[in-house]
């Protein structure tokens, strides 16, 4: 069982930069494809980016070039550095751990928002 908490999210101008953090438990940790994901009131839950076990990483259209995922498998920690906030980036962020269709763990969600 992999536990997932999430941090580092809140308020931000546009413009602005936040850096979220998704710390998990277990020591198979470094296997799983980590992601994140998040849904704004209204909306479906969509994937932002995600990192293989190898590190190939991929971003969802809206988020290229502003955000990086990255992961440090020694601090079981998956991170996602957010430049050039927007927003419509604002919405509840999700980490989630995922090898297979009986191993896909989520974390509570860590909100994000961002206003003048």
């Known amino acids: 069982q992999v536990q997932l908490v999430e941090s580092g999210g809140g308020l931000v101008q546009p413009g602005g930069s936040l850096r979220l953090s998704c710390a998990a438990s277990?020591?198979?940790?470094?296997?799983?494809?980590m992601n994140w994901y998040r849904q704004a009131p209204g909306k479906q839950r969509e994937l932002v980016a995600g990192?293989?076990?190898?590190?190939?990483?991929n971003y969802a259209d809206s988020v290229k070039d502003r955000f990086t995922i990255s992961r440090d498998n020694y601090k079981l920690t998956v991170y996602l550095q957010m430049n050039s906030l927007k927003p419509e980036d604002t919405a509840v962020y999700y980490c989630?751990?995922?090898?297979?269709?009986?191993?896909?763990?989520w974390g509570q969600g860590t909100q994000v928002t961002v206003s003048s």
């Open positions: 277990g020591s198979i940790f470094s296997i799983y494809t």
């Open positions: 989630n751990a995922f090898l297979g269709v009986y191993h896909d763990h």
């Open positions: 990192i293989t076990s190898g590190g190939s990483t």
